[in-house]
């Protein structure tokens, strides 16, 4: 079996994260926890690109319209449809526009737990309730609410892969191997080697 510091996740800083300016707040946020970026590039994506993205998982559109539902409800109030599968079609439509509007940065981070780990800096989908410390809770506001109300996608920043198999066909989809580079980096002895006993003169 793989070591665990082998698993690798897909970020991808959304074009809002790029107008805005918080490139270097995101990647840093990664960085410092002991993940290595292992590949990296700028892009104006397709519609395509962007519609075969979040197609990859096939249960996607369900989950993506429940939790949208699920939020509504637990704040007393009416989604803006009952089917999951409706609310997810209209979503895929909003994301082509919003993930095509401007250059987005795609990028594969590596290191123990990276998908979880990712995910928990990142924080929840919708800004509005995600949690403080985390980059969609401190860097932006958006809700369900207000992106419904303007028909549009919700605009929060970052893109990371939801668990280890979305992370596994989602990178594919964004890099070839040989954009993926394979290196070392001092501090990983720090972080996995299981013998220390070297540091001390
Ligand atoms: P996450 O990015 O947190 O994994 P999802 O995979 O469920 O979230 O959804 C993908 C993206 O689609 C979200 O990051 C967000 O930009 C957008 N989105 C999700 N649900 C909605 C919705 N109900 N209305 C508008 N945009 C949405
Ligand atoms: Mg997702």
Same mark, same amino acid.
């Given at each position: 079996?793989?070591?665990?510091?082998?698993?690798?996740?897909?970020?991808?800083?959304?074009?809002?994260?790029?107008?805005?300016?918080?490139?270097?707040?995101?990647?840093?946020?990664?960085? $410092?926890?002991?993940?290595?970026?292992?590949?990296?590039?700028?892009?104006?994506?397709?519609?395509?690109?962007?519609?075969?993205?979040?197609?990859?998982?096939?249960?996607?559109?369900?989950?993506?319209?429940?939790?949208?539902?699920?939020?509504?409800?637990?704040?007393?109030?009416?989604?803006?449809?009952?089917?999951?599968?409706?609310?997810? #079609?209209?979503?895929?439509?909003?994301?082509?526009?919003?993930?095509?509007?401007?250059? /987005?940065?795609?990028?594969?981070?590596?290191?123990?737990?990276?998908?979880?780990?990712?995910?928990?800096?990142?924080?929840?989908?919708?800004?509005?309730?995600?949690?403080?410390?985390?980059?969609?809770?401190?860097? /932006?506001?958006?809700?369900?609410?207000?992106? #419904?109300?303007?028909? $549009?996608?919700?605009?929060?920043?970052?893109?990371?892969?939801?668990?280890?198999?979305?992370? $596994?066909?989602?990178?594919?989809?964004?890099?070839?191997?040989?954009?993926?580079?394979?290196? $070392?980096?001092?501090?990983?002895?720090?972080?996995?080697?299981? #013998?220390?006993?070297?540091?001390?003169?």
């Amino acid at each position: 079996m793989a070591h665990p510091k082998t698993e690798q996740t897909l970020v991808i800083v959304k074009p809002d994260g790029i107008q805005r300016a918080l490139i270097g707040e995101i990647m840093k946020r990664y960085e $410092r926890l002991g993940l290595k970026l292992v590949a990296l590039k700028m892009l104006v994506p397709t519609e395509a690109m962007i519609e075969q993205h979040y197609l990859l998982d096939p249960d996607w559109k369900k989950n993506v319209g429940e939790k949208a539902i699920a939020s509504y409800e637990k704040k007393g109030e009416t989604p803006p449809s009952k089917d999951p599968i409706a609310v997810a #079609d209209l979503v895929v439509a909003r994301l082509k526009k919003y993930m095509t509007s401007g250059p /987005v940065i795609a990028m594969v981070w590596e290191g123990a737990h990276a998908v979880e780990l990712v995910r928990k800096i990142t924080g929840g989908t919708e800004p509005r309730s995600a949690g403080v410390g985390t980059i969609r809770g401190d860097f /932006v506001l958006d809700s369900y609410q207000m992106a #419904d109300g303007d028909e $549009r996608a919700i605009r929060n920043l970052i893109h990371a892969s939801g668990s280890v198999p979305e992370a $596994r066909k989602e990178i594919p989809h964004w890099f070839s191997p040989a954009e993926i580079t394979s290196y $070392r980096a001092p501090h990983e002895a720090t972080l996995y080697d299981a #013998d220390i006993s070297s540091i001390l003169a």
